[in-house]
């Protein structure tokens, strides 16, 4: 099975700075069809898991272009600018270039 | 619009089998993938298993022989059964379509 890593962050983030979550891959998430099979999520305390981008760095539908998705074939940094209140909950990637399919453990993001 | 909406029993006996129901509005079976996600009290997500557009099927690998998932497409409704279920498997399970849509999930507690 793929593995996914995820970074710590340092807690509490100021309000209207930037944050950076960090995930890393034990194989490439890279297919032949060129795409990187990355989900990053957004898990807010009492509701079900957002998707925020996949293939990496396409945000999803009505998703703030302050989340930002980049990244190698095994290394990933999720870059959300300006943090809001709105933002705080654990983040997860998750990786969808194969079966089984796998989740990091979550980074959690706490608002200053 | 679409919807997910996952129900089953909210107590299951030990060593007895779970069965989880996705129903499904707004999109096809045929069309979308769906899997099935769980989520331990205060734990991260793991991916269970999956039934894509086509019918193909599967499933996590530490979980796989206790697992099975399947569809009816014309009640667009998605099946989960696990067996032997132990303490360990109280969690909240989800059912995600495509990855953009979520239920809003089952707390399933193993309990005697």
């Known amino acids: 099975d793929i593995v996914m890593t995820q970074g710590v962050l340092p807690n509490p983030v100021p309000s209207g700075e930037s944050a950076s979550i960090t995930c890393r891959s034990s194989?490439?998430?890279?297919?032949?069809?060129?795409?990187?099979?990355l989900n990053w999520f957004l898990q807010r305390p009492g509701q079900s898991p957002q998707l925020l981008t996949y293939w990496m760095s396409t945000r999803a539908s009505g998703v703030s272009d302050r989340f930002s998705g980049s990244g190698s074939g095994t290394y990933f940094t999720l870059k959300i600018s300006r943090v809001r209140a709105e933002d705080a909950g654990v983040y997860y990637c998750?990786?969808?270039?194969?079966?089984?399919?796998?989740f990091g453990s979550g980074t959690k993001l706490e608002i200053k | 619009q679409v919807q997910l909406k996952e129900s089953g029993p909210d107590l299951v006996q030990p060593s007895q089998t779970l069965s989880l129901t996705c129903t499904v509005s707004g999109f096809s079976l045929t069309s979308y993938g769906v899997s099935w996600v769980r989520q331990p009290p205060g734990k991260g997500l793991e991916w269970i298993a999956a039934?894509?557009?086509?019918?193909?099927?599967y499933y996590n690998s530490v979980l796989k022989s206790r697992l099975s998932i399947s569809r009816d497409t014309s009640k667009s409704q998605v099946f989960l059964k696990m067996n032997s279920l132990q303490t360990e498997d109280t969690a909240m399970y989800f059912c995600?379509?495509?990855?953009?849509?979520w239920g809003q999930g089952v707390m399933v507690t193993v309990s005697s």
């Open positions: 998750q990786q969808v270039r194969e079966y089984p399919l796998t």
């Open positions: 995600a379509g495509n990855w953009d849509y």
């Open positions: 039934i894509s557009s086509g019918g193909s099927t």
């Open positions: 194989k490439s998430l890279v297919y032949k069809d060129g795409k990187t099979y």
